[in-house]
């Protein structure tokens, strides 16, 4: 014989050659002075078999056969070996194989159904070559066995156990052992006793007895108990339903008279197999929650990531199973790494970026979270606040513990060097030294070098020290109006208003209540003070998400923006009430229209709100309606100044 080539089995030696396990007391099999007599049958041949002592346990284990078990068939003394199997595939003499060949012995059924001494009769066989087929049978045993389980199938199918069993359960038993016993999800007792016409009491009874009845057939089945050493070393701790059928294909065996498979009557007459959403799993769930959780932090490394191979390994599957059994568990698995733990918006980026290895855009990264339930806003958020996450350019985020230094908006970046540089700097030198760092036009730095709070004069950038003027006036801005001492800008609710973001408003209303470079302002409002402030080159407004909530604003939604003596406020934009080109004018405007006016008074009225001279025209009150492109505005303005 050769060393095997075959994965040694991890089943027990007595469910392997189950007469062995006549020997528990002796006589010893492999050594006469062993100090415990076949101490070893409690073990499994991958436990206690290498290439030195195999072949000398599977000859000493021969001869112990042919000396007491001469007289019994083989097939009953080796249930494991592969049906229909050519004797050349065995490891026997060739002159062996002849000799059973010529006695029309050539194949392991065949063989299988004499004893030793009915091969011993026949002729030119003699016991060397008996023994060395025993043997031969011997280590084929050993070996984890790829065949399809027929032999057994067909012994467990006709096994008085079974048949007993199949005879004497009736009509109730068999909704009890499919909704209950053998069902993926089992209905409650209480589902059944209502279903059955039972008390819960009754139905408990009959699934005890029926469970204890099933255990009875596994425990006195040399086949199910072989196959259940088998299921549990391959599902230790757990296994794919599938690839357990796939490998050990009696689990799949179908059982007509029930309607299961040999599978399922294992696990339900086991108490060391449990079938939970496609997985057989041989220890309790809370167990391999431990197993897992110990493998993952002892393998876990930056961001919480640990390889998947560790898992898999950790819990002898193959990787796509081990990703598959965490993300069931609630793990997020990328490619091959795990994130130990639940993860947050934050967790899940850094994961991203450490991955990555390098630094990740902002749509890159809502790319790779594809799956996650994340929303764009959140991944926008995290970037900002996360102190693990650092913007690494213009549109590029990184990990902080890679020491890539921050990126600065570009004027601060302007801010810092000309600092650096005593307050005045060539706008070339300013490039070039921006440029070089990060991923910014020289268009870019020119505009932020001649806004805001810098001026630049004869390529020479400085910062501003004379008041700044906004860039258009009052009466070019759309939707700015003047009613008295109160100022209306009107716009409509958008998602930055409802998500509680700040947002831009025009730079003649900055002017108009004092918010420039270097010079944020507070307003009173009647939900508390409100924030203004000047960022980069423009003006923008802090979060209004308390005055949309406590109007009840909508997307979309008009309202005002209204600046008054008293403080600052938000109001909705009623409509006219009635179709008088009049009432819909101070509609728009946010006025009152109650107030009858003469052609006059209102051309005069219409020219204070837009900003202009109060002798302005009819026709300049239009005009600039229409150069600020508020064109129905203009055209009731028309109608109503005729």
């Known amino acids: 014989m050769t060393p095997p080539v075959k994965r040694l089995s991890k089943t027990a030696w007595t469910m392997l050659l189950p007469w062995l396990d006549e020997y528990r007391a002796g006589p010893s099999i492999l050594a006469p002075d062993e100090l415990i007599p076949n101490a070893w049958l409690d073990a499994n041949p991958s436990a206690n078999l290498n290439p030195a002592n195999f072949d000398p346990v599977c000859e000493r284990v021969a001869a112990r056969y042919l000396e007491d078990r001469a007289d019994r068939t083989l097939d009953d003394d080796f249930p494991t070996l592969p049906a229909a199997t050519p004797l050349t595939a065995f490891d026997i003499d ?145 296994a794919d339903a599938g690839r357990v059928a796939h490998t050990l294909p009696l689990f799949a065996t179908e059982i007509p008279a029930l309607g299961v498979s040999v599978g399922q009557l294992l696990v339900a007459g086991s108490d060391e197999l449990s079938n939970v959403d496609e997985w057989i799993i041989s220890r309790s769930p809370a167990q391999i929650e431990d197993l897992v959780g110990d493998v993952l932090d002892a393998n876990t490394g930056d961001e919480a990531l640990v390889p998947l191979r560790a898992v898999a390994s950790g819990l002898h599957l193959p990787e796509p199973e081990a990703a598959r059994w965490l993300r069931q568990g609630g793990f997020t698995v990328w490619g091959d790494q795990v994130i130990n733990g639940p993860a947050s918006t934050g967790d899940l980026i850094c994961a ?202 909508a997307q979309h939604d008009p309202i005002f923006l209204e600046f008054s003596p008293e403080g600052f406020d938000i109001k909705r934009q009623e409509p006219g009430q009635t179709s008088d080109p009049v009432d819909q004018i101070f509609a728009l405007l946010g006025r009152d229209s109650k107030r009858r006016r003469n052609t006059q008074s209102l051309r005069a009225e219409l020219a204070a709100s ?33």
């Not at 009875?216 to 070393?233: C, G, K, N, Q």
């Not at 109060?614 to 005009?623: F, K």
């Open 94 to 238: 060739r002159h062996s194989e002849k000799v059973l060949q010529d006695n029309n012995l050539a194949t392991s059924d065949e063989i299988l159904a004499q004893s030793v001494n009915r091969l011993l009769s026949l002729p030119q066989v003699d016991r060397p070559l008996v023994l060395d087929l025993i043997a031969a049978f011997v280590a084929e045993a050993t070996r984890t066995q790829q065949d399809d389980g027929s032999r057994s199938g067909e012994r467990i199918l006709s096994g008085p156990g079974l048949i007993e069993f199949v005879e004497s359960i009736d009509e109730r038993d068999r909704v009890i052992l499919h909704d209950r016993i053998f069902a993926s999800r089992p209905q409650t007792q209480a589902e059944l006793a209502k279903q059955l016409g039972l008390s819960r009491e009754r139905v408990n009874q009959l699934d005890r007895n029926l469970r204890r009845q099933l255990a009875e057939i596994v425990s006195s089945s040399v086949d199910l108990r072989r196959l259940l050493a088998e299921t549990v070393a391959l599902a230790d701790p757990v």
């Open 352 to 553: 991203i970026l450490s991955i990555a290895g390098a630094p990740r855009t902002f749509d890159e990264i809502v790319a790779d979270l594809a799956g996650e339930p994340r929303s764009q806003s959140s991944v926008r958020n995290t970037l900002v606040t996360d102190d693990r996450i650092v913007k690494t350019d213009r549109t590029t985020y990184g990990l902080r513990r890679w020491g890539t230094e921050q990126y600065l908006p570009v004027h601060r970046q302007v801010g810092h060097l000309l600092d650096a540089a005593g307050g005045r700097m060539a706008i070339a030198d300013l490039v070039a030294q921006i440029s070089e760092k990060y991923d910014v036009t020289e268009s870019s730095i020119r505009a932020y070098a001649g806004a805001g709070e810098f001026v630049m004069h004869d390529d020479v950038v400085t910062r501003r020290s004379e008041r700044y003027v906004p860039r258009k006036s009052p009466a070019k801005t759309r939707f700015l109006y003047r009613d008295g001492d109160t100022i209306r800008w009107a716009t409509t609710v958008g998602s930055a208003h409802l998500k509680g973001s700040a947002f831009n408003i025009p730079s003649a209303l900055a002017g108009l209540i004092g918010v420039g470079p270097g010079n944020p302002v507070q307003l009173p409002s009647r939900l508390g003070p409100q924030s203004f402030m000047w960022v980069s080159v423009q003006a923008r407004v802090g979060t209004i998400k308390r005055f949309v909530a406590d109007l009840g604003l």
């Open 610 to 642: 837009l900003f202009l001279p109060g002798g302005a025209d009819a026709d300049t009150v239009v005009a600039t309606l229409r150069h600020r492109k508020e064109l129905e505005l203009a055209e009731l303005v028309s109608t109503a100044l005729g």
